[in-house]
């Protein structure tokens, strides 16, 4: 299953929830903060002034060494695997 909202792209199955977030005006990885919770990622870029925060609907394994984040031109990639 796929969704778009706000330029926020997700997708989801049995095993893990995929995010794309959108971050104009980043240019790196050093000027974004993440906090992963169970239920909570929230990014943080204090250069830009922004931030946003995601109630995620079911919960995920925060501690996973699986649980993935690439930043690619200005979009952040998000792979975090759902708890069992």
Do not use: H
């Not at 995010?19 to 919770?37: A, F, H």
């Not at 250069?47 to 079911?58: C, E, I, N, P």
């Amino acid at each position: 299953m796929s969704q778009k909202l706000r330029e926020v792209e997700w997708e989801q199955d049995q095993q893990y929830v995929r995010m794309k977030i959108p971050l104009p005006g980043v240019s790196s990885m050093k000027n974004v903060e993440l906090y992963l919770s169970d239920c909570v990622l929230r990014v943080n870029v204090s250069s830009a002034r922004m931030v946003k925060v995601f109630d995620l609907s079911q919960k995920v394994d925060y501690l996973s060494k699986e649980n993935k984040f690439v930043f690619t031109g200005s979009r952040l990639e998000c792979t975090l695997l759902k708890q069992a």
